[in-house]
């Protein structure tokens, strides 16, 4: 669990070889709750940029995780562009969510958004 600010972009400079719009995570002020994934982030800072592919049963995120720093305008630099920390995908799928409302790790009282359903163009 952690808080962030997501955006929509054209593109980003991390992610020069995305043919479509960008999803990007930045997580400048995480720490809402006392979650230890958002402790962490205090000390360690990194920044998510994802894309959205078409799965079986809605769309499928891809993403790509930095180390570096966010500035005072919460600008993120990383360390070494061409250095990722982790690749990723989430998937919203009927069966997805399910699987993690049966599962919700850390017990928390979180109140759960039925995600966008999937429109078929």
């Not at 919203?92 to 966008?116: L, T, Y």
Request: hydrophobic letters at 40%.
């Amino acid at each position: 669990m952690a808080r962030f600010d997501t955006m929509l972009l054209d593109s980003d400079p991390l992610a020069v070889d995305a043919t479509s719009n960008v999803v990007v995570l930045n997580y400048a002020h995480p720490q809402t709750r006392p979650y230890w994934l958002e402790l962490i982030l205090t000390k360690v800072q990194c920044y998510d940029v994802q894309v959205a592919v078409r799965g079986k049963y809605g769309p499928i995120f891809l993403g790509k995780t930095w180390l570096g720093t966010y500035d005072e305008d919460e600008q993120f630099t990383a360390f070494d562009p061409g250095q990722l920390i982790a690749r990723y995908f989430l998937d919203f799928n009927d069966g997805a969510i399910k699987e993690q409302r049966e599962k919700h790790w850390d017990g928390s009282d979180e109140e759960f958004v039925d995600p966008m359903p999937y429109v078929e163009n």
